[in-house]
């Protein structure tokens, strides 16, 4: 992950040392810190909920850092590393801690200690994972391109349907043939983030939204979130009319048939939809 947020010059007096004297007496640390975080939501969206609030990392650091006693600048500093990896969002921290008077009887300036942890080494819980389902659509363009683009998107995808061929439902009537699939991802956002996500990959296929339900290079649905049902002005989960789609239903059953509609396939009307095998992903 190449996005970071970094904070650098963080200074707290506390008690830190193995020297009798450095128990009694309070000395200056700096911190700095480099964590990584995908940005690219937050990029577009503009909402502080799509990045990490760094004031409050920084409120927290400086906290644990005031009320240390610890011995070593070394375990000083793998607490420093847990808690930037609690904040969600946080994938990996690069910390660097500095006694600003270390007690040398050499001339030094200062030492210091620099680790970097993942989340996977931190003693942190592990993000809260959700398992959503995706649609994808395109029928402009290179629509098998768009729809590889979509699902290498998305992230962390764990299961794909097959790509159907289906007739357009609705919109103006000299449009092209959809290629239609269903994807499940296990995600660590909330629904909102989510959506924004799929809104940015829309955006980044250059999805023009100009006449409804017209063609378009890519669509990007959430159509289940698991253990959320909800209806917002910006988003309903379920999506509203995935029950009443072949197109969604058909792509869906192929990976999740249990949480189709029972009796969809008999009380839908055939055709339309055409079964086209797998999306390569050469």
């Not at 969600?88 to 006694?99: F, M, P, Q």
């Not at 253990?227 to 999506?239: K, W």
């Amino acid at each position: 992950m190449s996005d970071r947020i970094e904070i650098n010059g963080l200074r707290a007096v506390t008690v830190v040392g193995a020297l009798p004297h450095e128990r009694e007496i309070a000395q200056p640390l700096q911190i700095d810190l480099s964590f990584e975080v995908d940005l690219h939501d937050a990029g577009v969206s503009d909402e502080l909920g799509d990045t990490v609030n760094y004031g409050l990392v920084a409120d927290n650091v400086l906290a644990v850092v005031v009320e240390s006693k610890d011995v070593l600048l070394e375990r000083l500093v793998a607490r420093i590393a847990d808690v930037v990896l609690a904040f969600d969002r946080v994938e990996a921290v690069d910390v660097k801690l500095t006694k600003l008077r270390p007690p040398l009887a050499l001339d030094a300036q200062d030492t210091a200690v620099r680790i970097r942890r993942t989340r996977a080494e931190a003693a942190v819980p592990p993000h809260t994972a959700h398992r959503a389902f995706i649609a994808l659509g395109s029928n402009l363009g290179d629509r098998e391109s768009y729809l590889r683009f979509g699902v290498a998107s998305l992230g962390n995808v764990t299961a794909m349907s097959q790509v159907y061929e289906t007739d357009p439902v609705g919109g103006p009537d000299d449009q092209g043939p959809y290629l239609n699939m269903v994807v499940e991802v296990e995600t660590s956002l909330d629904p909102f983030a989510l959506l924004r996500r799929c809104q940015r990959i829309e955006a980044e296929a250059m999805r023009q939204r100009v006449v409804r339900w017209g063609p378009r290079t890519l669509d990007v649905d959430i159509v289940l979130f698991e253990g959320v049902e909800m209806s917002s002005e910006d988003l309903t989960i379920p999506h509203p009319r995935y029950g009443e789609r072949r197109f969604v239903l058909a792509p869906l059953a192929d990976i999740a048939p249990e949480l189709c509609p029972q009796g969809w396939d008999d009380e839908l009307e055939p055709g339309g939809v055409y079964p086209r095998g797998l999306l390569s992903t050469d």
